[in-house]
């Protein structure tokens, strides 16, 4: 007999249950560097949520399945964020077992619904039927995945252009929108202020989204690697957060330790490659 399996609670319901013991916003941090090991590292340094990142990143296919196969059974919430919102692709992640997405640049009402129905079967939606090859069902051994996999999957949208703001209580008003996260530095960019996510602007637009999420009764949430910023959005109303990335973090410890360590010789200048 083979085992039986249960799908783990998504991050909907992670959020959801920020009103019990938790009672606090989610803290995560990113995961972009490719690295199965790396993955498995964030995951148990206590986090409550990883983003597994594909827009930005080295990732594909197989190394997104193994970093999803490196942090399971950790307690930690892992959501993945696909190239594009595109009907294939997402299909792909979920059939991979990513049961949480983050869809990048979702700018109007129209897209928002398009992303909802990539992970809905039909009638619902138009995601392509595959569970008995897939790890989303773990090849069936899900009961009755099928009738019952929109509960297993997560819908995020991410909120980064000026469009999408002025378009952020139709986006929210969408059924299957979980959540809605705010990108700051596709934002200031798409506002004429390219490189400046402090700007006055545009934190008043995250926070405009973020008053709109609350009047929707929908969580947000916000990449902030500035901790005073991330504070000032989790005070704001911010139900999620943003606040580091693996390659960040590696590339500013090694600099770190190659500035306590290696002192140029009086007079040298440093070789430039």
């Not at 995560?28 to 498995?40: I, N, R, Y």
Request: aromatic share 6%; net charge negative.
């Amino acid at each position: 007999m083979p085992f039986r399996v249960e799908p783990d609670a998504t991050f909907r319901d992670a959020l959801r249950n920020q009103t019990g013991a938790a009672g606090r916003p989610l803290a995560g941090m990113w995961v972009c560097s490719g690295s199965p090991l790396v993955a498995e590292i964030c995951a148990g340094a206590g986090l409550d949520w990883l983003l597994i990142d594909a827009e930005h990143s080295p990732n594909g296919l197989e190394s997104i399945l193994a970093q999803l196969q490196a942090v399971n059974g950790y307690p930690v919430q892992v959501m993945v964020r696909p190239p594009v919102n595109d009907t294939v692709l997402i299909k792909q992640y979920l059939d991979l077992g990513a049961q949480n997405l983050l869809i990048p640049m979702v700018n109007s009402a129209a897209e928002a619904e398009a992303a909802v129905a990539a992970t809905r079967y039909p009638p619902h939606g138009v995601r392509g039927v595959g569970s008995a090859l897939a790890r989303a069902s773990r090849w069936n051994r899900v009961p009755d995945y099928l009738p019952g996999a929109s509960g297993t999957v997560s819908v995020t949208v991410q909120i980064e252009s000026a469009a999408a703001v002025e378009a952020v209580a139709e986006i929210l008003a969408v059924d299957g929108v979980d959540a809605i996260f705010l990108g700051p530095s596709d934002l200031a960019a798409s506002m004429g202020v390219l490189g400046q996510q402090e700007h006055p602007d545009v934190r008043a637009a995250v926070e405009h989204c973020l008053a709109a999420a609350a009047a929707a009764g929908k969580p947000a949430g916000v990449n902030a690697f500035n901790p005073a910023t991330a504070q000032h959005y989790l005070a704001s109303g911010a139900a999620f957060v943003l606040v580091g990335a693996d390659v960040a973090l590696l590339a500013r410890g090694s600099e770190a330790l190659a500035a306590s360590f290696v002192t140029p010789a009086s007079g040298a200048t440093p070789t430039s490659y």
